[in-house]
């Protein structure tokens, strides 16, 4: 291409959003007031963390050091490589949908299909944990709530209650969001400045290799420091997300590393180690050996809260990433229609009818679960991010993270290996199920395009989510050419996710036959496609991650 000047097709830097990204009810969405960068700030903050709520595992697993250290460490690995593409392709794709419009627009729309299905289960799963928990919490102030009949009508309470707050409006969800996370911090200050003089530094270092029970410390490290992508879901939902999303994930990392880390040091060196007690809610007790009872009783008051606050959250990102789903004619248009208050009304009730269904699940089969599902999405969105840079450079990126192909690809490696690895401590029960689902999204897609095409249900008509760069005046024979390049790099590029997914599978020796099921769905060369992936696996690293 050259010097020449370039312009983007469908996703085009002058326009706030893309052509191929308007939405149904253009009316409803353009009256709408939008988010502003502190309730997006206080959004992201519950969707990865809440506070040190959960946090107390790591101790208990891995002693003091390991804790402070791992908190310190894994948001460099995991975190801030997350943030970053998030970074990028919320700012290159600002529309509902999120993640969904990135690896379709790097990888087709099945595979945005896949990315969807993956993530919303994903997501629906980790929203069941928080009625769950905020019961927890709220059974040591009434025990009637502990089990029985009480428990399970106060959990359908609770979350049809929270459903509505959520159907209310996000700009609601955005305000509530802010004044949870004041709330929920408070105490931890309080708590630090009166644990200042009880602090012994050299109980940070307690450390004991032998006894670490690693797989529950990295669990607990993942579990906390990830969905930083999900707030991308409801970008068309932000105000300049160009400028917005990068300063709200930077704003959003540094605060949740700080009220990790803060209370984790405050906790393990202001009272004697007892690594056995360190279990969730335990914060609360050394809150009341510092600072008395009525500080453990705000602990405890901040913990109820944060858990509204993440269900909140997670019910915004997963309704809205639907509802971008049916504004691309993924899912039938009624998904893409908005309440009065301008929120995803089927994309609620799905949500809120997933997290009812999974909340009888265990909180250790719950997270398992999740995690896997998660890591299957976060391997396609890191390939979707690498492939967008090679085939797209050009790309309009009002924020690009300022690395090159090469860099860009060793940032992600690590934080793919991590993936694989959390996929491998993963139970066979765990990944059977997972398996299973996947499958049941393979098999969905299809029947939806086959219904979209009989008329059974009615969809929005949008071409697929693209980016092309192309010259500003092609002549005849290079504007041909265009055709003919773009047409092999969609037909071959669907290949590469299915690959990357069967190296992270390859880590389990697990055969699941995708291979044969995708072969039927699509029409390129298979030897022309082999080729390409071999070149670009061998430019991008890829390689190295199996």
Avoid at 362 to 371: G, K, M, Q, R, T
Wanted: charged fraction near 15%; include cysteine; hydrophobic fraction near 50%.
């Amino acid at each position: 291409m050259g010097d020449s000047p370039v312009e983007v097709r469908e996703v085009q830097a002058a326009s706030p959003e893309p052509p191929s990204l308007m939405v149904a009810d253009l009316h409803c969405k353009n009256h709408l007031p939008k988010l502003g960068l502190l309730p997006l700030v206080a959004l992201i903050f519950y969707e990865v963390s809440g506070g040190p709520f959960g946090v107390e595992a790591a101790v208990k697993a891995g002693g003091p050091l390991l804790s402070i250290l791992g908190f310190l460490i894994f948001p460099f690995i995991w975190s801030i490589p997350e943030a970053l593409v998030t970074a990028e392709l919320s700012t290159a794709f600002p529309a509902n949908g999120g993640y969904v419009l990135w690896i379709s627009a790097a990888f087709g729309r099945f595979w945005g299909f896949q990315e969807g299905w993956c993530k919303w289960i994903s997501g629906v799963a980790d929203n069941a944990l928080y009625p769950v928990l905020f019961l927890d919490y709220f059974k040591r102030v009434v025990p009637m709530f502990a089990d029985g009949h009480t428990r399970l009508i106060a959990l359908l309470v609770l979350t049809i209650l929270l459903t509505y707050l959520n159907y209310r409006g996000l700009t609601i969800v955005g305000i509530t969001a802010v004044c949870l996370t004041g709330f929920s911090l408070l105490p931890f200050l309080v708590m630090t400045f009166m644990a200042i003089p009880k602090i012994r530094p050299k109980r940070w270092s307690s450390v004991n290799l032998k006894t670490v029970k690693w797989r529950a410390y990295f669990n607990t490290l993942f579990w906390n420091l990830n969905y930083w992508d999900s707030a991308s879901t409801l970008a068309g939902e932000i105000d300049n997300p160009q400028e917005s999303f990068p300063k709200a994930l930077l704003w959003a990392i540094l605060l949740v590393i700080v009220a990790y880390v803060v209370p984790l040091m405050v906790g393990t060196g202001a009272i004697p180690l007892d690594d056995s007690k360190w279990e969730d809610g335990y914060f609360a007790e050394v809150g009341l050996q510092i600072g008395g009872s009525f500080l453990k009783w705000w602990i405890e008051v901040a913990a109820l809260l944060a858990n509204m606050g993440l269900f909140e959250a997670e019910m915004s990102s997963d309704s809205f990433q639907l509802l971008g789903m049916g504004e691309q004619g993924m899912l039938p248009k009624v998904f893409a229609k908005r309440s009065k208050h301008g929120t995803p009304m089927l994309g609620i009730i799905f949500s809120a009818c997933g997290v009812l269904f999974l909340a009888w699940m265990s909180f250790e089969e719950i997270v398992e679960f999740l995690n896997f599902l998660y890591c299957i999405g976060m391997i396609l969105e890191f390939a979707a991010f690498i492939w967008l840079r090679w085939s797209q450079p050009d790309l309009a990126r009002p924020y690009r993270v300022p690395l090159g192909l090469v860099g860009v690809t060793l940032m992600s490696m690590p934080a793919t290996t991590l993936l694989i690895l959390v996929m491998c401590y993963a139970t066979w029960r765990t990944i059977v199920i997972s398996i299973g689902l996947q499958i049941l999204g393979i098999m969905t897609y299809p029947f939806l395009e086959h219904a979209k095409a009989k008329g059974w249900m009615e969809f929005i008509d949008q071409k697929p989510v693209q980016a092309i760069p192309v010259s500003a005046d092609p002549g005849p024979s290079s504007a041909s050419e265009s055709d003919d390049s773009e047409a092999r790099l969609h037909s071959q590029v669907h290949y590469l996710p299915l690959l990357v997914f069967s190296l992270s599978m390859h880590s389990k020796n697990v055969d699941v036959g995708l291979s044969g099921a995708y072969s039927k769905c699509t029409e390129p060369s298979l030897e022309d496609a082999l080729t390409e992936i071999v070149r670009v696996l061998v430019t991008v690293g890829l390689i190295g991650m199996g």
